[in-house]
Every structure is written in C-alpha cells, then in structure tokens.
C-alpha cells in the first residue's frame, strides 16, 4: 500500500450525529429514522458547509 503524509490547513466535518444501538440482525431501526429525518432542506445545508 502506497501512502503519503500531507500538511492540510484546518477543516471541520458536518453531518448529523445519532447514537444508535448496535444491530446484529436485520435493519437497524435507528439508522433509519436518521436517514428519514434528511430532507431536502437538510441535505442542502449540510452541503453549504462544505468548504472541500
């Protein structure tokens, strides 16, 4: 595996943040209300955070 280190200027990392409960079988309940709670107003802010 190829690799380098590079210096970057400061950044800061947006989205949403939930805990969840760890599922080991089927679908993960929580994780889902999290996905159904992104609407189009939501997805459009978090993508004007975005600086990179």
């Known amino acids: 595996m190829n690799y380098r280190m590079e210096e970057k200027n400061p950044f800061e990392i947006v989205g949403i943040m939930k ?6 079988e089927g679908e993960n309940l929580e994780i889902n209300a999290m996905w159904n709670m992104l609407d189009s107003g939501k997805i459009k802010q978090i993508t004007e955070l975005s600086d990179i």
Do not use: D, M, N, Q
Not at 19 to 24: D, E, H, L, N
């Open 19 to 24: 805990r969840v409960p760890i599922v080991f």
